[in-house]
């Protein structure tokens, strides 16, 4: 089992729907988790950290359930600059060293 | 905009050659990473670094191999070009506390080996 699972998608929608992602991990001792983005043939950038009470950057919410082990990334009202791969980032503290796990990443296609 | 660089971005060249692959950041960082990726494809780690004189292997093998004399440059070398060895190789770089901080990316280098 990886140590963290996405959907790989492709996810199609139209533009100005709502688009949730998953992402589950197996490392209970998981401490701190982020979502990034990569557009195609770029480099992976930060899109936004999950905190354990949820947070929000404009249309974009994520959501953490430690209990379950998945985090989620909600989108609303798609455009079709969101359009990317949107890869899951899960970091585990071992050793007193910082291991930095990404998923294999969802690919959202907004369609106009 | 993050401060960390690669070069060369693409590299077209022959089997057999040894190439380096340069990664520089300004920002202090205590641990790089090198990571492959085939295009669509997910990202493997391939080499860390916690620190100066500290490297790592990553989960996926490679006949790759890295050096860390200086906390800014983090070299990746292959001694031996393979088109095996096609693929992007992304770099990259966080701080080694606290554990919450994002890991910064360079553009890459497009390796095609022929």
């Known amino acids: 089992r990886k140590e963290v699972e996405q959907d790989p998608g492709p996810f199609n929608v139209p533009e100005g729907a709502t688009v949730a992602f998953n992402c589950t991990y197996s490392?209970?001792?998981?401490?701190?988790f982020f979502w990034y983005r990569q557009d195609c043939r770029k480099e992976p950038k930060l899109l936004m950290s999950v905190y354990s009470s949820g947070n929000e950057d404009g249309r974009f919410t994520a959501q953490l359930n430690r209990a379950s082990q998945y985090i989620s990334l909600l989108i609303r009202d798609s455009k079709l600059s969101d359009s990317a791969t949107y890869l899951c980032v899960v970091n585990v503290l071992s050793g007193g060293y910082q291991k930095v796990t990404f998923g294999t990443g969802t690919k959202l296609q907004v369609i106009p | 905009e993050a401060d960390i660089y690669q070069t060369p971005r693409y590299l077209v060249i022959g089997t057999g050659k040894k190439i380096t692959l340069e990664c520089s950041q300004t920002m202090g960082h205590d641990k790089m990473y090198w990571y492959q990726q085939d295009p669509g494809m997910e990202l493997h780690l391939i080499h860390y670094s916690y620190g100066v004189n500290s490297t790592e292997k990553g989960d996926l093998s490679s006949e790759s191999t890295v050096s860390r004399i200086r906390t800014e440059h983090f070299p990746l070398t292959l001694e031996s070009a393979r088109p095996s060895h096609t693929s992007q190789y992304l770099c990259a770089s966080s701080e080694r506390a606290p554990l919450n901080t994002e890991a910064f990316f360079g553009q890459g280098t497009r390796l095609t080996v022929v």
């Open positions: 490392n209970s001792a998981s401490q701190s």
